[in-house]
């Protein structure tokens, strides 16, 4: 059986709508990771993790960061 995703996952801190503000900022490509952890309160990790889609991907799949390759170096 597999875990509960997102913010059904007894060990996340985030909401679903936490992760999704978190996508539309850096889908946006106007912020840095630490300027989106000041607007949203997520941890930087996370939102690298995000990024790199490799955690929250059932709502990350929605949003295109392919114009953000400079991301980690803002």
Do not use: P
């Amino acid at each position: 059986a597999t875990g509960k995703s997102g913010e059904n996952n007894a060990a996340s801190k985030n909401s679903n709508a936490d992760i999704r503000k978190v996508c539309q900022l850096i889908e946006e490509n106007k912020n840095t990771f630490k300027e989106i952890h000041k607007i949203t309160g997520v941890e930087k990790s996370i939102i690298k993790a995000v990024f790199h889609k490799q955690i929250w991907t059932f709502i990350c799949k929605d949003y295109d960061f392919t114009e953000n390759d400079k991301m980690e170096s803002k």
